[in-house]
């Protein structure tokens, strides 16, 4: 997996390039240093939130645009992976899971499990992505054939659009499912 310096770094140039802008253009409108942005650009440097979003702000994109990983195949990050950008004014940190695609609909879900018989869902509308954030307790979930053990702060994601399950391993599970439909 691509680490987060080298998708902003990429993601950051390739913005600028389609905004028709200069590094000193897009520095200017950012209220950033020239330096910062080529740091950015060479994946070199190490942006906080407010760095980010004011490129973001600069260029027409969210926030999420410039730090997504945008997988097709599932994707799982645990919760002791997470490589959020820190904020230079709190003791705070983003980690972007997901960004929600442009017309996309996404429904949102709380799950409570207990240990027992897995939840096998079929296929739904083709297109169809699941977000799992185990919250509490443990959980094999994901594609039927390859499922996945998660634990508490733990994310995947997974294409809704083939067989899959959530079975609770520990007593007390939930978490949040977010369907998307692209």
Same mark, same amino acid.
């Given at each position: 997996?691509?680490?987060?310096?080298?998708?902003?770094?990429?993601?950051?140039?390739?913005?600028?390039?389609?905004?028709?802008?200069?590094?000193?253009?897009?520095?200017?409108?950012?209220?950033?240093?020239?330096?910062?942005?080529?740091?950015?650009?060479?994946?070199?440097?190490?942006?906080?939130?407010?760095?980010?979003?004011?490129?973001?702000?600069?260029?027409?994109?969210?926030?999420?645009?410039?730090?997504?990983?945008?997988?097709?195949?599932? #994707?799982?990050?645990?919760?002791?992976? =997470? /490589? !959020?950008?820190?904020?230079?004014?709190?003791?705070?940190?983003?980690?972007? *899971? $997901?960004?929600?695609?442009?017309?996309?609909?996404?429904?949102?879900?709380?799950?409570?499990?207990?240990?027992?018989?897995?939840?096998?869902?079929?296929?739904?509308?083709?297109? #169809?992505?699941?977000?799992?954030?185990? =919250? /509490? !307790?443990?959980?094999?979930?994901?594609?039927?054939?390859?499922?996945?053990? *998660? $634990?508490?702060?733990?994310?995947?994601?997974?294409?809704?659009?083939?067989?899959?399950?959530?079975?609770?391993?520990?007593?007390?599970?939930?978490?949040?499912?977010?369907?998307?439909?692209?």
């Amino acid at each position: 997996m691509e680490d987060l310096r080298t998708r902003i770094a990429r993601t950051l140039r390739r913005e600028r390039e389609a905004s028709g802008l200069s590094v000193s253009e897009l520095a200017r409108r950012a209220g950033v240093s020239k330096a910062t942005v080529s740091q950015l650009e060479g994946g070199s440097g190490n942006p906080s939130v407010e760095t980010l979003w004011a490129l973001g702000v600069a260029l027409g994109v969210p926030f999420a645009v410039l730090v997504d990983q945008q997988a097709n195949a599932p #994707t799982l990050i645990r919760a002791d992976d =997470l /490589a !959020g950008v820190p904020s230079s004014a709190a003791a705070y940190s983003a980690t972007l *899971l $997901s960004a929600s695609p442009p017309g996309a609909r996404r429904d949102i879900y709380l799950i409570q499990a207990e240990p027992g018989d897995a939840r096998r869902s079929d296929p739904h509308h083709p297109g #169809t992505i699941e977000h799992v954030i185990l =919250l /509490a !307790g443990e959980a094999r979930v994901g594609p039927v054939d390859d499922p996945v053990a *998660l $634990s508490p702060g733990d994310y995947l994601t997974y294409p809704g659009d083939a067989p899959h399950i959530f079975e609770a391993t520990a007593a007390g599970t939930s978490a949040v499912l977010i369907s998307e439909l692209r």
